[in-house]
């Protein structure tokens, strides 16, 4: 009977390859383990020195969340690590995206800004450009859709208003009354804000000279 085939050696993690103290570190509650031990542990598989990897890439990101939301050019600059250690990486990111996304519309989202900011800053936090978005709830307040409207440079994101029937005609906002004057206030006071200008309520943001 043939024995089934092995991964490629270059693929296998090996014991020469991991730092001695990782194996230390396995047996330990990893709720013990400080950002760099545990980023090095979900390295180790890729990285001959995932604890040196780990550690550039905490420090240069400002911690573990910093680091697993950075691009996959910015890590490679910080740490070179091979496309199978970014693609690990990536992989943690949409896990950790997916979670937030999970809690997030778990409970109300408006009412529980904690919530609402610790998804923020899981999908938003490291983009390398800044993003507008529009997060679209059900009647309790539950996120049901997450929609990048614009996307802009590294300090500001800019919106122009096309109309919520034109976007609705797109396919990104449904065509219901209620939705549509809810992106239109939206943008409105975007653009507002944006501008400069003092905002106290939605009425504040129309367009000087409408109705």
């Known amino acids: 009977m043939s024995r089934p085939a092995s991964a490629p050696r270059a693929l296998r993690p090996t014991a020469e390859a991991r730092p001695r103290s990782l194996k230390a570190d396995v047996v330990r509650p990893l709720s013990a383990l400080d950002d760099a031990a545990l ?35 910015a890590l490679a600059r910080a740490a070179a690590l091979s496309k199978a250690a970014l ?11 997916r979670l937030a996304r999970a809690a997030a519309a778990r409970r109300p989202v408006i009412s529980a800004w904690s ?17 507008f978005r529009v997060l ?4 309790r307040n539950h996120l049901m859709v997450d929609e990048i409207l614009a996307e802009g440079s590294v300090s500001h994101a800019p919106v122009f208003s096309a109309g919520p029937a034109r976007v609705a005609a797109r396919g990104r906002v449904p065509d219901i ?11 409105d006071c975007y653009l507002a804000l944006s501008a400069g200008r003092r905002v106290a309520s939605a009425r504040d943001c129309r367009p000087r000279g409408a109705g």
Not at 115 to 131: F, G, K, W
Not at 136 to 139: E, I, K, Q, S
């Open 177 to 187: 009354p209620e939705t549509q004057r809810y992106v239109r206030a939206v943008i």
């Open 39 to 73: 980023l090095a542990l979900w390295l180790r598989r890729w990285e001959p020195d995932p604890e040196g990897a780990a550690a550039r890439l905490v420090a240069r990101f400002d911690g573990l969340g910093g680091a697993v939301g950075a691009d996959r050019p």
């Open 136 to 139: 679209f709830l059900d009647h």
């Open 115 to 131: 919530a609402l900011q610790a998804y923020a800053r899981t999908v938003q936090a490291n983009a390398p450009r800044e993003q």
């Open 87 to 97: 693609e690990d990486v990536a992989l943690l990111r949409e896990l950790a995206a």
